[in-house]
């Protein structure tokens, strides 16, 4: 059921090994999947041919923290973008979103304040030990 809403909700098809653009995507489970899979965190999923949201609707970070033994930083969202995820969020219970960078999946981010979706937290355990990496990249997107 979530695999037909989310078709209806963005009118696009899965990906076949195509060239993604910069972007947050929702993840799709695996058993819903007819096209490229990733694997990340233990995770296994497809995305959508087209972004939920473009990094443009980044306002801002935070630097990067640490806290028992993980680092993460958080990215701010603007409001129109905030408004959007909390539809999908609350309508799709998925609490989880997908970062694609330089037409790569590079990570899975985490709603973690279900009253707050202006902030998404990203953990290098999901980003596999490039977490400063990405961190100077959405940087220089932001000062753009």
Do not use: W
């Amino acid at each position: 059921m979530k695999f037909i809403v989310l078709f209806l909700l963005y009118g696009s098809s899965l990906a076949y090994g195509q060239l993604k653009e910069d972007g947050f995507y929702i993840p799709i489970e695996k058993k819903n999947c007819g096209g490229e899979t990733y694997e990340l965190s233990k995770k296994s999923f497809c995305i959508t041919e087209k972004p939920l949201f473009r990094l443009d609707v980044i306002d801002g970070r935070t630097g990067i923290m640490n806290a028992k033994k993980t680092v993460f930083f958080d990215l701010l969202l603007k409001s129109e973008a905030s408004k959007k995820v909390k539809k999908v969020v609350t309508e799709l219970n998925q609490y989880e979103i997908a970062i694609v960078l330089d037409s790569q999946v590079i990570g899975l981010a985490v709603f973690e304040d279900s009253s707050n979706y202006s902030k998404i937290r990203f953990y290098s355990s999901g980003l596999k030990g490039k977490i400063q990496d990405i961190h100077d990249y959405l940087g220089e997107v932001l000062n753009k």
